[in-house]
């Protein structure tokens, strides 16, 4: 097996193992959490999924800290999207898709991924594919729990029933996740907090037109785009 991989480039066989080894551990462990809640409490199929949601776009930050390589980041969103897609026709993940309704969410989930990585791991920027995974990570997750459990004012976009209260949700911790992110990697500033907030009211804009599960293409694409491109000129501007 070592022959068969000495061709891959930019990393070391025994690194490559030891990054296939932890991500897979963490999937692992998501599953097996979902499986649990799925099986054996009463939480409800939805928080079950957005365990998994949640569970599952924190790999981004494992595969930044790994340094995985591009090549590998793409081969998994390709695995994991074919097993998704299968998974909405067949009953081969019922934690993540039994939620009572019909949606192709965990397979963009997969794919945007995917994208990101392809996008920003060859330019150096890892941080804004996390900051466009993570967004939607918890962003998204959040905001479907606590509309659902505090929803109160309720509005309609494309037959699709949202709360104000799960909006702002939205809103906020995707702020606080751009934030984090771009001050840890450029320190805090008046300009990062701007881009922070733009880049907050774009995924909330978008999580809105939710429908088919088209969010969790939409969501981190668009949060990341815009962070990379008011980033670039922020920094054009120094």
Known sequence: MDTVLSWLPATSTSNLWVQIGLVGAWLGLVGLVAEGFYRFTSVGPEVV?????????NVILLAWWLQVPTWLGIVASILFSAIAYLSYHLPILPS????????LGTFFYAISIGI??????PLGMPYYAALGVLVMTWGDGMAALIGQRFGQHCYKLWDMQKSWEGSLTMLLVSYAVSTLIL????????????????????ATGLEAFSKF???????????????????QLV???M
């Open 116 to 121: 990101l990585i392809a996008w920003f791991w």
């Open 213 to 231: 599960g088209i969010d969790n293409l939409t969501v981190p694409l668009g949060s990341a785009a815009v962070g990379f491109a008011l980033g």
């Open 96 to 103: 993540i898709n039994g939620v009572g309704r019909r949606s």
């Open 49 to 57: 999924r957005k365990i998994v949601h949640i569970g599952v776009g």
């Open 183 to 202: 001050g840890y990697v450029h320190g805090h500033s008046w300009q990062l907090g701007v881009i922070s907030l733009i880049v907050a009211l774009t």
């Open 235 to 237: 920094n054009a501007g």
